[in-house]
């Protein structure tokens, strides 16, 4: 249905029976002829108005005053997942989020219309048939009848889900960066006097005797030092873009190496590693650094499992990448844990830094690969590693 405030009766002239005189005939005629052009026109117009409202890509929708849709375009069909059969003569209000609802929003909207005759650029949130929560940019218009009394209103709807999350993402980015520039700046000063309290502490345990109870402390502090060194050289590393340095290699190879190295690490005593799938696959790989991204995330399943379990790498590629799945039966993670999984200092461990994934992250981005993450909570997680095969 498309609503319209304008009536435009057209009627074609009058025929039949006539007493004028033949020049008289011809105006009539031509008259006739001027409104059937006429009529055309306008129906040209009409179905041009009609393509515009019908087939924009923005959502345009008309509500009465008492909120019920009367017009409902493709472009609304294609945002809220309702067809204008579904939807015309019922209430908008299925499209209002319930707080949004409880707030009265529409009537609020529809005042601020109705008093300034529109409302631009006013962003809220709507639902979708199937449930999603949408961003929508709303620009209104009040509309009149021919005696100028306000009918409702006319609404054209921007979905902008995609691209506020994508601003929101930017500006996430960036205050990272500036912070990261920061804790570069502060993880290179630590670094130094760092290194001098751990010579002295040695020196300080190279003079106690060996039964000396206080050696138990100096060990301890020795260990904290040497946790902050760790923090403070991951910080430095992520600060810095990495430079693989690529070599030609076959998967499967390169993966055993790595895990023949780890079943010899005596803190995965109790943690077995298995290797399936097509390791056969070239692959243009650091392993160097594959051992750094593998060896972070075999820590993260091993703390996950309690430190005993099996850890399985599953390999696989195609033409165009490769791939390493390491899968864990450990806790997994929610959904609000796995929104931040890479984000630096982000850790839920009493102990951990929460650079591993970061690290992870920046080495897999130097070698323009992937990394992602499937996690669920109680139910292990798998992180999956792809390269390109041609670089
Ligand atoms: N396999 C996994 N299972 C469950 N949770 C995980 C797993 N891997 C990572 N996580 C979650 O992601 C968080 C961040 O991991 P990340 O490796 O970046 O830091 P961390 O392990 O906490 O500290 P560290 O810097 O010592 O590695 C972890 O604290 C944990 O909550
Ligand atoms: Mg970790």
Request: proline share 4%; charged share 30%.
């Amino acid at each position: 249905m498309l609503y319209s405030p304008f009536n435009v009766t057209l009627r074609p002239a009058p025929d039949g029976p006539t007493t004028a005189p033949d020049h008289t005939a011809m105006t009539n005629l031509q008259q006739q002829h001027e409104g059937e052009q006429l009529k055309g026109e306008l129906r040209a117009t009409r179905a041009r108005l009609k393509s515009i409202l019908d087939d924009s890509a923005d959502g345009i929708l008309v509500l009465d005053r008492e909120n019920r849709i009367l017009h409902w375009n493709k472009g609304a069909e294609r945002i809220f997942g309702s067809t204008a059969d579904d939807v015309v003569d019922t209430s908008f209000d299925t499209f209002v989020p319930d707080d949004l609802k409880q707030k009265g929003e529409l009537a609020e909207i529809a005042e601020r219309v109705e008093r300034d005759g529109f409302l631009a650029d006013y962003e809220t949130r709507r639902v979708a048939k199937d449930g999603r929560v949408l961003i929508v940019n709303i620009t209104s218009t009040l509309l009149r009848d021919g005696s100028g009394q306000a009918v409702g209103r006319s609404s054209i709807v921007r979905d902008v889900t995609e691209s506020k999350k994508i601003h929101e993402e930017l500006l996430r980015t960036r205050h990272l960066a500036s912070i990261g520039e920061m804790a570069a700046t502060v993880a290179h000063e630590i670094r130094n006097p760092l290194a001098g309290i751990s010579g002295a502490i040695q020196v300080i345990r190279d003079g106690l005797d060996d039964e000396d109870p206080r050696r138990n402390v100096v060990r301890e502090m020795l260990e904290h030092v040497s946790r902050l060194d760790d923090t403070v050289r991951d910080m430095l590393l992520l600060s810095k873009p990495w430079q693989p340095v690529r070599q030609a290699c076959v998967l499967g190879d390169v993966v055993e190496k790595i895990l023949a190295d780890m079943r010899a690490h005596p803190e995965f005593d109790n943690v077995r590693f298995s290797c399936e799938g097509d390791g056969g696959h070239d692959a243009r790989i650091d392993p160097l650094l594959l051992e750094q991204v593998m060896m972070n995330l075999f820590q993260n399943a091993a703390d996950a499992m309690g430190w005993r379990g099996e850890i399985t790498c599953r390999l696989d590629g195609d033409d165009r990448k490769v791939s390493i799945e390491v899968l864990d039966h450990g806790s997994g993670c929610s959904d609000e844990v796995r929104g931040k999984l890479f984000d630096p200092f982000f850790t839920t461990k009493v102990h951990g830094t929460g650079l591993g994934l970061a690290v992870c992250k920046s080495i897999m981005d130097s070698h323009r690969g992937e990394i992602e993450i499937e996690a669920e909570a109680g139910r292990g997680t798998t992180v999956k590693l792809s390269f390109p095969k041609g670089e």
